[in-house]
């Protein structure tokens, strides 16, 4: 066999086997497509259940905030009720501050009057 011969009998048998060798090809591309197919189809499910979480999580903050904000304005109206009540309180304190100085005084003064009696009674013992 001469080499024109072998390269037409080369040429034959890869004519005769091109569609297989096609077919073989194309069935590679199609298994990668559907593994890859697979993994996004997985990525996706994947990324709607993040979504869903991320909604959920989102709702949970909006509750608890919308929660504390509720909280807080009743713990700020509890703040200005006590606060009127001690500004309630002060007008007296003050009055009764100012009759504590008064005993004060006024025990001080019958400290020194009976301090006075009692050193005359003492002379007047002393004498007798």
């Known amino acids: 066999m ?3 011969e072998k390269r ?8 005769w086997d091109l569609p297989n060798l096609i077919d073989l090809r194309l069935g590679r591309v ?14 996706d499910r994947t990324l709607v259940v993040l979504q869903t979480d991320m909604r959920d999580l989102r709702g949970g ?4 905030l919308v929660a504390q904000d509720a909280r807080l304005a009743r713990m700020e109206e509890r703040i200005e009720h006590i606060e009127e009540r001690i500004e309630r309180m002060e007008g007296p304190l003050v009055g009764i501050e100012k009759q504590m100085a008064e005993f004060k005084s006024e025990l001080s003064g ?4 009976t301090s006075a009696m009692l050193a005359s009674i003492l002379a007047k013992l002393e004498q007798h």
Do not use: A, M, P
């Not at 903050?61 to 608890?64: C, D, L």
């Not at 019958?110 to 009057?113: A, G, Y």
């Open 61 to 64: 903050v909006t509750r608890q």
């Open 8 to 15: 037409l009998n080369e040429l034959e048998s890869l004519v």
């Open 2 to 4: 001469s080499d024109v």
């Open 110 to 113: 019958l400290k020194e009057s």
């Open 30 to 43: 199609e298994s990668s497509y559907v593994e890859v197919s697979g993994r996004l189809s997985r990525i």
